[in-house]
C-alpha cells in the first residue's frame, strides 16, 4: 500500500513538472516585408524576434525580446536586449511592444511595435507597427534621412510543445508498476 502512494507520488510529480515547464514557453516569430517600391506584392522573410511568455504581463503585453534580427540591405542587424543596452548604451533598446493572448500562446504575437536603431553603426533606425494582421516598418538613415519603406506582417509562429515525451513516458511507467503490482 505504501508503495502505491509513493508511486503515486512520483508520477504526480513528473507530471506537474512536464506541466510547469511548458508553461516557461519561448514564441519565435518570422517578419516578413514587402517593399511599398515595387508593384508585386511579396511578402520576404526578413528576420525574426523571440520573446519569453514568462515576462508577459496579466494582459499579455511583453516589453522586451531574448532575441531580435533583421536582415536588409545586405546586412544582418541583431540587436541588443535590453540588459546588453543598459551596459553600453540605453538608447539602443529603443521601444519594444508585443501584445500575446495568455490562454492561447499558439496564436503568437497578436500585435507588436518597436522602434530600435542597430548597435553597430547607429545610423539605421527601424521603426515597426503591426496589428490586426498588417503593418508597416519604415527605415531611416540618421544621416541621410528615410531609407525604405514597406508593409509588415508576422509569419510562422514557434511555440515548443510542452513536454508530450514526459508525459507518455510517465504514463508508461505508471502502466508498467500497475502491471507489476496485478
Known amino acids: 500500500m505504501l508503495k502505491s502512494i509513493k508511486n503515486i507520488f512520483l508520477a504526480m510529480s513528473i507530471t506537474l513538472l512536464a506541466v510547469s515547464s511548458a508553461n516557461a514557453a519561448l514564441i519565435s516569430h518570422d517578419i516578413l516585408f514587402d517593399d511599398i517600391n515595387t508593384t508585386d506584392v511579396v511578402f520576404e522573410k526578413i528576420g525574426y524576434f523571440v520573446v519569453d511568455t514568462e515576462k508577459a504581463d ?10 531580435f534580427q533583421i536582415d536588409m540591405f545586405g546586412s544582418s542587424f541583431n540587436f541588443l536586449t535590453e540588459a546588453e543596452a543598459d551596459v553600453i548604451d540605453p538608447f539602443l533598446f529603443g521601444y519594444f511592444q508585443a501584445i500575446l493572448d495568455p490562454g492561447n500562446l499558439s496564436a503568437g504575437i497578436e500585435s507588436i511595435g518597436f522602434d530600435v536603431t542597430d548597435n553597430a553603426a ?41 513536454s508530450m515525451l514526459l508525459l507518455f513516458l510517465t504514463g508508461l511507467i505508471a502502466l508498467r508498476l500497475k502491471k507489476r503490482q496485478a
Open 122 to 162: 547607429f545610423s539605421l533606425n527601424f521603426n515597426a507597427s503591426f496589428d490586426f494582421g498588417s503593418g508597416i516598418l519604415d527605415v531611416f538613415d540618421t544621416v541621410t534621412g528615410f531609407e525604405s519603406a514597406g508593409n509588415l506582417q508576422l509569419g510562422a509562429v514557434d511555440v515548443p510543445e510542452p
Open 58 to 67: 496579466s494582459w499579455g503585453q511583453i516589453t522586451t525580446w531574448e532575441e
